[in-house]
Nanobody
Framework: QVQMVESGGGLVQAGGSLRLSCAAS????????IAWFRQAPGKERTFIAA????????YYAESVKGRFSISRDNAKNTVDLQMNNLKSEDTAVYYC?????????????????WGQGTQVTVSS
């Protein structure tokens, strides 16, 4: 059974940092495109960041560029999202997801496997 499990969410003050982690099991994700999406209350789930299988190519939404950093450890089947200088508008449930390596990184429907999400709340 394929599972993706997010952790590291919580409550943080504006300007603070959090590090989210996504652990995958049930298959080898080393060749997959892995991404983070987020969903705020009443809004659609949107793309945040993605990383190709080699860990060298990354993509970011404009809203988080320069503040968030995505990384992966294929040996451990994990992908992390370092979030710095958090803002109240970053408050959302954060999801990690996996897609085939040739997928378009920002297209939500391209991602086949999803985690259950972890809540991030930024207080102003």
């Amino acid at each position: 059974q394929v599972q993706m499990v997010e952790s590291g969410g919580g409550l943080v003050q504006a300007g603070g940092s959090l590090r989210l982690s996504c652990a995958a099991s049930g298959r080898t994700f080393s060749r997959d495109l892995i991404a983070w999406f987020r969903q705020a209350p009443g809004k659609e789930r949107t793309f945040i960041a993605a990383i190709k299988w080699n860990g060298e190519t990354t993509y970011y939404a404009e809203s988080v560029k320069g503040r968030f950093s995505i990384s992966r450890d294929n040996a451990k089947n994990t992908v992390d999202l370092q979030m710095n200088n958090l803002k109240s508008e970053d408050t959302a449930v954060y999801y990690c997801a996996a897609a085939n390596s040739g997928s378009i990184y920002y297209v939500r429907s391209a991602y086949r496997y999803w985690g259950q999400g972890t809540q991030v709340t930024v207080s102003s």
